[in-house]
């Protein structure tokens, strides 16, 4: 019976492919010591390609958060010797995983109270004593000076409401969009807990634009301070500037993509030049963390750059069907790498580089609300989710490339290697833990123009596909799956080496997984409030995706293999159909005119060019 459990399945290697060989044999902080990490180019690429080739030749943009130094490794083997410091997960101190593990207990909640009630912010002021929360002298306090706290004892723990905030268990589940707002800023002897400011800056734009949100946020951090004397001002603007700059350091560092609207970036510049005004060691930090951001936006604007002309050059359409032996002629994937292991290596390589381009807040914009001023100079150049869809097309793409590269050859006894060639991949594939490449590949393997090769795939010994096709079985919400990358997720946190530490989810089910937690629970409560509960499972699902795409990938660079991967031409979902009967001719009259259709389909299509 096949394996059900985490990699009680893990394959033994596969030998290298000979022209003969047809043979069986789941948030950490992200910033350390408050400083932001600058993106190293030396840590991303090894020289595979060219500048104008590689489209991840460019500084990644959440390269900084990964291991510094990672010895690469070319030995085939699945128990690897070589050494890494485990990568610290960058939201789990304390984790955004669920509510119940949540405080934003506040201490100095109170001094909000005590030092904004002289200034023109008083409602927001007192918003902010309302949701201070419980614990010691700032809880004794908010009670003293502004709201009854609330609270209920129940059989399921313990329910308290402090003005406009509600807390289970001294977790925070619901609070008006305000007190959210006014619980995000900063003041002298308060700084927001690192896993609410993740979770609220990932997920409110669900009810406001990131530029709104961080105009309010500056305006309330600077108003608060206001006592009416110019000189106390300073003063006390002085005191706060760091925490403000610690803020929008941390938004800058996690959500860059956010500054891509230049709305943003005249903020961040307004903010500095108020800052500069009062301290100069923060002016500096602000200026060092301007720096890093436009590098960081400068390494994406390259590689979308870079994945678009290469996607142009993938479109080219591979040699004419009107001949099959001189499309047989062709070279194909084995005659630029034999070995399985080396092109699962390679195959990692990319889903690595591409993942680390998608900005966290993608999977929220993909659902968001339609922002108003869409048509903004400048802002919407690159769409919202741009790096996430590019990502899905490589996943397509690469269930077209295993489809092409089996369809093409003129002998049946090639097609059959091509086949087994690709179950090993797959397998090397599941055995690192790269899950999206091994789902492409089944995909691809199960499409109909090569499901139907039934005289092919009579020569394969298909024992090891139908275990990885057990492995990634959609019965049960993927429930086989679920388990393996429960166990390939156990062995990244225990990680002795590097490799031990990928983890690429298969990341269409990842998509709707968040998409299913979105639609399934109520953004807004009754009362008004926003279900602060839901948003932190929105934060534990993202968080997870962040510690998997930080991994460096272990694995030589092989520059001939990884441009074919990501060149070749692949025929189209017609064409795919047309040489599948060109290989088995049709085996019934259905078959016999849709090959007639798409013989006359085709060869219009290419007068028209």
Not at 262 to 284: F, I, P, Q
Request: proline share 5%.
């Amino acid at each position: 019976m096949p394996p059900t459990t985490p990699y009680a399945g893990k394959f033994s290697s596969c030998a290298p492919y000979g022209n003969n060989n047809n043979n069986h044999p789941q948030p950490h902080i992200p910033y350390h010591n408050g400083a932001a990490p600058k993106p190293t180019k030396e840590n991303v690429c090894n020289g595979a390609y060219s500048s104008a080739e590689n489209p991840y030749d460019t500084p990644q943009p959440h390269s900084s958060y990964r291991s510094s130094s990672v010895s690469s490794s070319t030995a085939r083997e699945h128990h690897y010797n070589s050494s890494a410091a485990v990568s610290e997960n960058p939201y789990s101190s304390p984790q955004p995983h669920s509510p119940r593990q949540h405080s934003t207990s506040c201490p100095g909640r109170a001094y909000r109270h005590t030092t904004a009630t002289n200034t023109a912010t008083n409602t927001a002021t007192n918003t902010a004593t309302n949701s201070s929360s419980s614990g010691g002298s700032s809880e004794q306090s908010s009670r003293n000076n502004s709201v009854a706290a609330k609270g209920r004892r129940n059989g399921h723990g313990v329910t308290a409401s402090y003005g406009e905030m509600c807390y289970h268990d001294n977790s925070l589940v619901s609070a008006s969009l305000e007190a959210l707002i006014q619980h995000l800023v900063p003041t002298v002897d308060y700084y927001p807990d690192r896993s609410y400011v993740f979770t609220f800056l990932l997920s409110s734009r669900l009810f406001l634009h990131p530029y709104e949100l961080m105009t309010r946020v500056c305006h309330l951090c600077v108003e608060q301070q206001r006592s009416g004397d110019a000189l106390l001002d300073k003063i006390r603007f002085r005191e706060v500037a760091p925490k403000l700059v610690q803020l929008l350091t941390e938004w800058t560092e996690t959500f860059p993509y956010d500054f891509r609207d230049e709305r943003m970036m005249r903020c961040l510049k307004d903010m500095t030049h108020h800052v500069a005004r009062g301290d100069e060691y923060s002016w500096r930090a602000m200026q060092q963390m301007t720096q890093r951001l436009i590098k960081r936006l400068s390494a994406l604007g390259q590689y979308e750059e870079a994945v678009s002309a290469l996607n142009a050059v993938a479109t080219e359409r591979p040699a004419s069907l009107k001949s099959k032996q001189a499309s047989g002629q062709r070279g194909d994937v084995m005659s630029v790498c034999d070995d399985p292991f080396v092109l699962a290596q390679q195959l990692t390589h990319i889903e690595l580089d591409r993942l680390s381009f998608i900005g966290p807040e993608e999977f929220i914009q993909t659902f968001a609300r339609k922002d108003p001023l869409e048509n903004h100079k400048g802002f919407f150049r690159k769409r919202k989710t741009s790096n996430l869809e590019a990502y899905v097309n490589w996943f397509n793409r690469l269930s077209f490339l295993v489809a092409t590269e089996i369809c093409m050859p003129v002998k049946k006894k090639h097609r059959a290697r091509i086949i087994e060639f690709f179950i090993d991949v797959a397998q090397e594939c599941f055995n690192i833990g790269n899950f999206n490449s091994l789902m492409a590949i089944i995909t691809g393997m199960n499409m109909s123009p090569v499901a139907r090769l039934r005289k092919t795939w009579s020569k394969v010994n298909t024992d090891k596909f139908e275990i990885l096709e057990h492995q990634m079985d959609p019965s049960s919400n993927f429930s086989n799956y679920r388990t393996a990358l429960r166990g390939a997720t156990q062995r990244s946190e225990t990680a002795h080496s590097s490799q031990e530490k990928i983890v690429i989810p298969f990341f269409s089910l990842l998509i709707k997984d968040i998409y299913f937690l979105n639609e399934g629970c109520a953004s807004r409560l009754t009362n008004g409030h926003i279900n602060f509960e839901k948003l932190w499972e929105l934060a534990k699902q993202v968080s997870e995706f962040l510690v998997w795409r930080q991994v460096i990938c272990p694995f030589d660079r092989d520059r001939r293999i990884l441009q074919y991967l990501v060149t070749t031409p692949v025929f189209s979902e017609d064409e795919l159909h047309l040489a599948s009967y060109e290989s088995e001719g049709p085996e019934n009259h259905m078959e016999k005119d849709s090959r007639r259709s798409l013989r006359s389909s085709l060869l219009h299509r290419e007068n028209r060019s």
